[in-house]
């Protein structure tokens, strides 16, 4: 079976926005390489559609350039091969995401967002146009959309990082606090959405595959946030570095 007809069958809406997150490694072999596989998400969403990948750069102390500067490795090969692919648009800043089709400006124009993932990013325009979230070949640790929900939310945790951009010709550095933490915790929305029968799941290629709308991802994690504000945090007794650090900067609650 071809790969759009497997995205077609998961639930793919042709159309739609499509934000993907994809490891290829997970799905190959797949006949012409990622281009293959992106000429797939790309038949899958169709000439209306618009599909979107994370373009973010990794480097937080070289100013980012659009044009030239490579995705982050973590995001792996096939988000490199799409943000080189003619036609497509990138954000001007360093929390970059790609896009390609009718929505695509609308979804990556905007100023530098801070935290990376706060309303008015590109996740945020995804989650506005109602559009669907694809895990291809790796989990809801990869899940961009799960920071919004954090954002929204309200989470009381903040990681300080920075980024480097240019101001009057010259690099400037801007230091900011990020909802940061290991991110394992967000393996938890498997079971939310699949719980309310919110995921489909299936066979793209060789690569497990879940799809679910960005507006049911942030409704349900709003609400388990909403109870448990540190959900996604491993608890102190785990070891975890990063989600310690998250928990050493809530302030305490006065008495």
């Known amino acids: 079976m071809a790969l759009s007809e497997q995205l077609w069958g998961l639930g793919v809406v042709p159309g739609g926005v499509l934000l993907v997150h994809a490891s290829f490694r997970a799905v190959r072999p797949v006949a012409g390489g990622p281009e293959g596989l992106i000429d797939a998400l790309l038949t899958a969403v169709g000439p209306a559609g618009t599909l979107v990948m994370p373009s973010w750069t990794g480097d937080d102390a070289t100013p980012f350039d659009p044009a030239s500067t490579p995705a982050s490795p973590d995001l792996g090969v096939v988000a490199e091969c799409f943000r080189r692919r003619p036609g497509v648009a990138r954000s001007s800043h360093p929390f970059a995401f790609a896009a390609l089709g009718p929505q695509a400006q609308a979804i990556v124009d905007g100023p530098l967002p801070l935290p990376p993932h706060a309303p008015g990013s590109p996740v945020d325009r995804v989650h506005g146009h109602d559009g669907q979230v694809l895990l291809l070949g790796v989990g ?23 980024v480097t951009i240019v101001r009057d010709g010259r690099p400037v550095r801007i230091e900011y606090g990020e909802n940061d933490h290991c991110c394992a915790g967000f393996a938890l929305a498997d079971g939310w959405l699949r719980a309310e029968g919110l995921q489909q799941e299936g066979p793209v290629g060789h690569a497990h ?38 928990r050493a900067s809530v302030a305490p609650q006065s008495s």
Not at 140 to 162: C, I, K, M, N, S
Not at 221 to 234: E, K, Q, S, T, W
């Open 140 to 162: 809801h640790d990869a899940d961009t959309t799960l920071h919004l929900a954090e954002l929204l939310a309200g989470v009381p945790y903040r990681v300080p990082h920075h």
């Open 209 to 246: 595959a879940r799809l679910a709308r960005s507006r049911d991802i942030v409704r349900l994690a709003r609400a388990r946030l909403a109870a448990d504000p540190l959900v996604f945090l491993h608890p102190p007794e785990a070891g975890c570095a990063e989600c310690d650090a998250a």
